[in-house]
């Protein structure tokens, strides 16, 4: 619906335009009633074409506003008491190539199996603590990724198990955070989510968990966004 806006705006835009440059370059009135009955109805319409369009354009933003979107939130909700609870239970930085990589080891401390667990993050220099807006868009985004991807449906973590670990970044060509910023003073920020599943997952559902931290000098904060969190979410339809 705000690519239908959008046009619509520019639509009353252009039209104005066009509607000015006839203005301008339209010679006088006919010579006769009739001419003059036709240029009439010309302006009349013309004049009042681009403030009804302009109208419409707001009216479609008010619908998109307070109902398309409102209607589009996918609102997290509490997991189920007996649910699994895949968390990190430790970070481990190190380096490769000078580049940064950061080591996350997992343990299900729920009482389910974890069932086709995958994950996304991303690691970021910043010169300053980042204010809450950037890391939700951020977030924003990490979790937009991992709600449309298929999570892979043949690993299992069993409950209690600790034996599971993954690299953030997954891939050497996005590791972007290099040893002297490290050594810098730098805040590096490591943001990640989890997806994934149990056997008492309502349908149509997956469990994610979202992990933000921070680090100076190589000592660990954790993020005072409220991003560090276990939540349910539906899948895109």
Sequence with gaps: MSDILIYVAAFATIVAAVYAALGYHRPPGGSGPVGKQKISLWGVCMRWLPPVIALCAVGFGYYDRHYVLQNAQNIPQPIPADASRLEISRLSPGFQDSHLFINAYLVNNGKNAVIGMAHWGLIVSATSVLAEPD???????????????????????????????????????????????????????LMNIMKYKDSQTP?????????????????????????????????PS
């Design 135 to 189: 890391i939700a868009s951020l977030f924003l985004l990490i979790r937009y990724q991992a709600s449309v991807a298929p999570a892979p449906s043949g690993l299992e973590i069993q409950p209690g198990s600790n034996q599971i670990w993954f690299t953030i970044p997954v891939v050497k060509e996005a590791a972007t955070v290099t040893q002297e910023e490290w050594n810098s003073g730098r805040e590096i920020y």
């Design 203 to 235: 349908n149509g559902y997956h469990i994610y968990n979202e992990t933000c931290q921070y680090y100076v000098s190589g000592i660990a904060h954790l993020c005072e966004s409220g991003h560090n969190r276990i939540y349910m979410l539906e899948d």
